[in-house]
């Protein structure tokens, strides 16, 4: 995940910093609603993001921000996750992760559990067009501009 500039002004984090202390956002269409949590905890955030007919937490994305490695001016993010045996959000919590830290400049773990029975593929991609909107909406709300880059290649740790 890059970003152009340096947030917070070439700082880790932006004087004056914007992000509140806690908030949370949904995302609905038709049967479907996802939710997170969003908790500044010192310099860092901690989101939290349920949904489905068994929200739980199956898996769990912990990123840093970075300069690109092919473009210093860009910022980047480096992740690790842990999923759960059985459990398919890895790459949700991999990519919303990612994207903070990159935007925010700070560390950022997410928690992710979606659970409905015998989606379809096309429901899949509405629930992932939710998780995306979910990221857009801390990103709004937090006061940062932008689109969710989801459907961009995910940076690794060449970049």
């Not at 690790?80 to 990159?102: C, Q, V």
């Not at 379809?120 to 801390?138: A, N, Q």
């Amino acid at each position: 995940m890059r970003t152009k500039g340096r947030p917070g002004n070439g700082k880790r984090v932006q004087k004056g910093d914007p992000l509140m202390k806690r908030f949370s956002v949904q995302a609905t269409r038709g049967r479907f609603k996802i939710e997170a949590l969003i908790q500044k905890i010192g310099e860092d955030l901690l989101v939290a993001v349920w949904g489905g007919t068994r929200p739980h937490i199956g898996a769990v994305g912990i990123a840093t921000p970075r300069p690109s490695l092919r473009d210093p001016k860009q910022w980047s993010a480096t992740s690790s996750n842990f999923t759960f045996i059985g459990h398919k959000e890895d790459l949700l919590a991999r990519k919303m992760s990612e994207e903070l830290a990159a935007r925010f400049g700070r560390n950022v773990v997410v928690t992710a559990g979606i659970h409905w029975d015998e989606l379809t593929p096309k429901e899949v991609k509405e629930i992932e067009g939710l998780t995306d909107e979910i990221t857009v909406k801390i990103l709004r709300k937090s006061g940062r501009k932008g689109t969710s880059r989801r459907s961009s290649r995910v940076s690794t740790l060449s970049e």
